[in-house]
Nanobody
Framework: VQLQASGGGLVQAGGSLRLSCAAS????????MAWYRQAPGKLRELVADISMDGNTNYADSVKGRFTISRDNAKNTVYLQMNSLKPEDTAVYYC???????????????????WGQGTLVTVSS
C-alpha cells in the first residue's frame, strides 16, 4: 500500500484547507484510515480516523472544526479543516494500517502505511 498526500499550504488563521490522501497498491487490505500531525518539537498525534463504513473519531482539539471523509471508489481520504488556528500548524500525515495474508505459511502480517506528509502553516 502506498499513500500520496496533498493539499497543504499557508493559510491565515480562520481560513480553511482540504487535505487529500490517495491510496494505491493492495487497497483491498485497507479498512480504517486516519490523519495524524506532528508539530515542531512535539510527538505525532492522531487528528481523526474513519472506518470503511464511515464511523469517525476526532481529537478533542479539532472537534467541530475538522471533518474526515473518504471516497472508497477513489481510494481517497480527505480532511476538511475549517477555522484554522496557528496551533494547527504541523506536518500532516495520512495513515492506513493493513494486513497481508502470506499463503506460504498461512500467517497474517500487519503493516502500517504512511503518506509522505504535507505541511500546513497557519499564520496569526
Amino acid at each position: 500500500v502506498q499513500l500520496q498526500a496533498s493539499g497543504g499550504g499557508l493559510v491565515q488563521a480562520g481560513g480553511s484547507l482540504r487535505l487529500s490522501c490517495a491510496a494505491s497498491g493492495n487497497i483491498d487490505s485497507i479498512n480504517d484510515m486516519a490523519w495524524y500531525r506532528q508539530a515542531p518539537g512535539k510527538l505525532r498525534e492522531l487528528v481523526a480516523d474513519i472506518s470503511m463504513d464511515g464511523n469517525t473519531n476526532y481529537a478533542d482539539s479539532v472537534k467541530g472544526r475538522f471533518t474526515i471523509s473518504r471516497d472508497n471508489a477513489k481510494n481517497t481520504v480527505y480532511l476538511q479543516m475549517n477555522s484554522l488556528k496557528p496551533e494547527d500548524t504541523a506536518v500532516y500525515y495520512c495513515n492506513a494500517p493493513y494486513n497481508v495474508y502470506r499463503e506460504y505459511d498461512g500467517t497474517i502480517v500487519a503493516y502500517n502505511a504512511w503518506g509522505q506528509g504535507t505541511l500546513v502553516t497557519v499564520s496569526s
